[in-house]
C-alpha cells in the first residue's frame, strides 16, 4: 500500500510523561524509514556492510510540527540523494494516520570503510540505485 | 496475514555492538504484541486508560534462545489469560522471518486506578473480551 | 567536579553494531544535560510541570564529530539561552573521558501551557534563572 | 561513596505516559549496574570482548515493587554469582534517592566464545575475581 515506507505502530515505550511521543525517538524513526526503503528498493543496508562499507551519520536536523501519540499509525516518507562523491543526505517526513505531517528532517551520511576505517567514494552501484529509485 | 499479532522489521537502532538485537528491547517487543493484540480485537488500551483503569506490570520474564537480528522481520504471538479478580498474565513468543522461535516470556499486570492510584478489579467487559478473543 | 554537567558511563544498551553509540542516542544525552543543569542550578524541570509549564522541542540539531564507544565515560556541557518572549535555545556539547568533543548541537523549546494545550510566555523567574547562570 | 554501584538520574527519555519510568527500561538499569561493577572492581567488560568472550543473556526475571520517576536519582546494587562451569547469574536491585527497593531481579549469562560463535568455559580469571568481589 505504501512501497518502500516504514509503517509503524506508536507503543507506550516510546510516550514520555508529557503524553506524546518522546523527542529523541524520531531519529530512530528516520532510520526506520531509510532501512524499510533499502530493503524494498532491493538494496538491504546489511548488504552493503558485507561489502566492508558503512554510512555513519555526521549531521541530523529535526522540525517538530506536532507530536505522534501512543497507537498511532505512523508512515515515514524518506528520500535518498546523492550530495558529493563521499556523502549522502537523507530527508524524512513522518506522518500519522490521518495523512497529518507530525515532523520532518534529515540526516546526512559520510560513506565509510568499516575495516580501514576511513571514508570512501560512494559505491557506483548505489550512487545508480539511487537515482533509479527517485519517485 | 497475522491477526492479532506484531509485525516489525528490526532496524540498527535495536541491535547492540555484540551484532544482534539488545537483550532489554525484547520487553519493548512484548509490549508491541500486546498493543497491538488489543487494537486489532478492538479492546485498545487507550480505552482502557480513558476509563481511568491501567494494567502496570508487576513481574516480567524472559527466555533467550537465539537472537534476532538487524533487517529481520520479527512477529509477536501474544495470549492474555486472567489471573484473578486483580491480575493478569499476557505471554508473548517471539518468531523471526522463517518462524524460528527467538525469544519467549511473560508479563503479570495488575489492574490499577490510574487517579485514586490503587488496586482495582478487572472491568467484567475486559474479562469477557479476554475469553471470547482465546485462539 | 563538573557542577551543572551531566556524567554517564555507556552502557552496551546505546551501542549498535557499528560498534560505537548509536546515532539517535545523543537526543537523550542532550536531554540528560538539560535536566541535570537545571536540578543542580536549582530549577528542576519537574517544578516547571509543577506550575503547568512545559518546554517541549520544536527544533534539533546535531553534528557529529567522533563516536562515543562502550564504557566511555561521557559528560554534557549545556548552555540555556532565551531567543523570544517564547523561545529558549539550548546549545550541548558530549566530551568523552580524554576531553575529546564528540557530539555538539542544539534543541529550540518553545514554552507551553500544559492543560490549556497552548504556548505561553516564558515564566519571569525562569528568564531571570537562566541570566544569573549563564557562565 | 557507593563503590561498584551505578548512580544515574531517571531522565525525561525513560518515562512513559502513565508519569513513571516504562518498565523495559530496567533491564539496561540492570546492564548499568553490571557495567559499573565490573569496571569499579577491576574487569571491564570490554576486556573480555578483547579476549574475544561474550557473556549473552539467556534469561532475565524482574519483579516491580514501585516505580522510578523522573529526576529520581538511582542506584543499581549488582552481585555476581557462578552458577556452573559456563553459567552466571547476577542479582540486581534497583534503589532510589530514599533508600527505597523499586525493582529487583536476575540475568542468567553464559559464556560464549564471540568468533566461533559456540559457549565455552567461563576464564578461571573471572571465576577467580567474582569469588574476590564478594560482598
Same mark, same amino acid.
Given at each position: $500500500?505504501?512501497?518502500?515506507? *516504514? ?6 515505550? /516510546?510516550? /514520555?510523561? $508529557?503524553? =506524546? ?9 528516520? +532510520? ?12 538491504? #543496508?546489511?548488504? $552493503?556492510?558485507? %561489502? ?7 549531521? *541530523?536536523?529535526? /522540525?517538530?510540527? *506536532?507530536? *505522534?501519540? #501512543?497507537?498511532?499509525?505512523?508512515? =515515514? /516518507?524518506? %528520500? !535518498? ?7 549522502? %543526505?537523507?530527508?524524512?517526513? =513522518? ?16 560513506? !565509510?570503510?568499516? +575495516?580501514?576505517?576511513?571514508?570512501? %567514494?560512494?559505491?557506483?552501484? !548505489? ?9
Amino acid at each position: $500500500m505504501y512501497p518502500g515506507k *516504514a509503517i509503524y505502530r506508536i507503543p507506550y515505550a /516510546d510516550t /514520555d510523561q $508529557m503524553g =506524546v511521543v518522546y523527542y529523541g525517538n524520531y531519529l530512530r524513526y528516520f +532510520e526506520m524509514g531509510r532501512s524499510e526503503w533499502l530493503v524494498q528498493t532491493g538494496y538491504p #543496508y546489511s548488504r $552493503m556492510e558485507e %561489502k566492508g562499507i558503512g554510512l555513519p551519520i555526521i549531521e *541530523a536536523h529535526i /522540525d517538530y510540527k *506536532a507530536p *505522534a501519540k #501512543y497507537e498511532d499509525l505512523i508512515r =515515514v /516518507d524518506t %528520500k !535518498f540523494e546523492q550530495l558529493s562523491k563521499v556523502r549522502v %543526505k537523507v530527508s524524512c517526513q =513522518v506522518y500519522n494516520q490521518n495523512d497529518e505531517l507530525l515532523v520532518e528532517g534529515y540526516t546526512i551520511h559520510s560513506c !565509510f570503510h568499516l +575495516e580501514k576505517k576511513r571514508p570512501i %567514494k560512494l559505491p557506483i552501484c !548505489f550512487i545508480e540505485h539511487m537515482q533509479k529509485n527517485l519517485d
